[in-house]
């Protein structure tokens, strides 16, 4: 979204998927008319998958493609018919980009479709999906993550879209980014009559269309990272607190908006915080923090130790009274109780998590799911589960 909006572009649908209360709460909050975020004759608009009449309006959106056909009568209506291009992007990536650069290359190209695509060395390429170009920068075939002499016969001049002859070499390979500008007409066209049962843009409609369409690559030479799995997204969180780190939030001219939050400064009393990311409202009391995140509204307690965590905060603050009332009951108060020891770990909103615990996967378990104790295992890494309770001293 702060893409879009830096960009200038300003007529955007967001497809959500199931469970989306609190993100289309978070996209009402941060993306409204009274924020200073102006979209003029724009809109952004929410488009939920059981929004549709009749048995179609059942379904969840099947993929990609499929959320896009599902909704694709908008792109006809009234207020969009002098639309030409499609922009379609995914919204689990992390980047900053012009897309207006990226639209007039494809408008100048003459494409049908064009695919913002990053350059990739060889110790990465085979996770990706590759894209053999011709000396024109024209797409000519796809590979799915492809090892040994298939991945071989998937280098590319790189030039061709713009990269020095230094970096060339050492990338030699392009990856679709699953960001892409369609003509209006074709996008139709496929979704309707050429591909109508085809549910991914990346898997199935992208490969088909550049045997019969003019399919354009972009280069997008930046910091890029795909964060749409657990592992992803705790690596491109705790990557921001390098120094200087890869991707940055400090650039005056193109900001990431988010919704305004009336919270005071984070308190800290007595403690020692390293390689660390603290947002507003926090409490933290003579404690350590290491190499972690800590989100809005977090309470941690004394002697509490953190290393490698991502905590993402609380939705709201209890009293002191109310603290107070909890530990006298023997209940478990929003935060991180005193003593505790935290590794390796995410812990989600308004969490709570007694005295005397440790979370540090000692066993280095991959998998596993203690739902029931407030908690699951993905990729090595805990997750402390929205709203669960972690007990006083319970060892995870």
């Given at each position: 979204m702060s893409n879009c909006i830096n960009s200038g572009i300003n007529k955007v649908y967001i497809l959500t998927q199931f469970n989306s209360a609190s993100l289309n709460r978070h996209l009402a909050r941060a993306y409204n008319f009274g924020n200073g975020v102006n979209f003029g004759d724009g809109f952004v608009e929410v488009l939920a998958a059981t929004q549709?009449?009749?048995?179609?309006?059942?379904?969840?959106?099947?993929?990609?493609?499929?959320?896009?056909?599902?909704?694709?009568?908008?792109?006809?209506?009234?207020?969009?018919?002098?639309?030409d291009d499609i922009l379609i992007l995914s919204g689990d990536h992390l980047y900053r980009m012009d897309y207006m650069d990226f639209v007039q290359k494809h408008r100048d190209s003459g494409a049908d479709i064009t695919i913002s695509s990053i350059p990739i060395d060889d110790s990465r390429a085979s996770d990706f999906g590759l894209m053999k170009i011709d000396d024109k920068g024209q797409v000519l075939y796809f590979s799915e993550k492809p090892k040994g002499g298939d991945l071989k016969a998937m280098v590319v001049d790189t030039t061709v879209l713009g990269l020095s002859p230094e970096d060339a070499k050492k990338k030699p390979y392009i990856a679709s980014m699953g960001a892409y500008v369609f003509k209006k007409e074709i996008l139709l066209n496929l979704l309707r009559w050429r591909f109508p049962t085809a549910n991914d843009f990346g898997s199935e409609?992208?490969?088909a269309s550049a045997k019969e369409y003019f399919v354009k690559a972009y280069l997008f030479n930046d910091y890029w990272e795909d964060i749409g799995t657990i592992k992803s997204f705790f690596d491109a969180n705790l990557a921001l607190t390098a120094q200087p780190p890869k991707?940055?939030?400090?650039?005056?001219?193109?900001?990431?908006?988010?919704?305004?939050?009336?919270?005071?400064?984070?308190?800290?009393?007595?403690c020692k915080i390293v390689d660390s990311i603290v947002s507003h409202g926090c409490f933290l009391q003579n404690c350590s923090v290491e190499h972690s995140i800590i989100g809005i509204r977090s309470r941690i307690g004394s002697d509490v130790s953190l290393k490698d965590a991502v905590m993402l905060g609380a939705d709201?603050?209890?009293?002191?009274?109310?603290?107070?009332?909890?530990?006298?009951?023997?209940?478990?108060p929003i935060g991180i109780g005193q003593n505790t020891k935290i590794r390796n770990c995410i812990i989600d909103k308004n969490a709570r998590i007694g005295r005397n615990v440790t979370i540090n996967n000692s066993e280095n378990i991959k998998e596993a799911d203690r739902t029931e104790d407030g908690f699951y295992i993905r990729s090595g890494i805990t997750i402390i589960i929205k709203n669960s309770t972690i007990k006083d001293g319970l060892v995870i």
């Open positions: 549709r009449p009749g048995e179609m309006g059942k379904n969840w959106f099947q993929g990609t493609a499929d959320a896009v056909r599902q909704f694709a009568w908008l792109f006809e209506d009234a207020k969009n018919k002098d639309v409609i992208i490969p991707f940055s939030f400090y650039d005056a001219r193109k900001p990431i908006y988010t919704s305004p939050r009336n919270v005071p400064p984070t308190k800290v009393d007595n709201y603050y209890e009293t002191d009274a109310e603290v107070a009332s909890l530990l006298a009951e023997g209940r478990v």
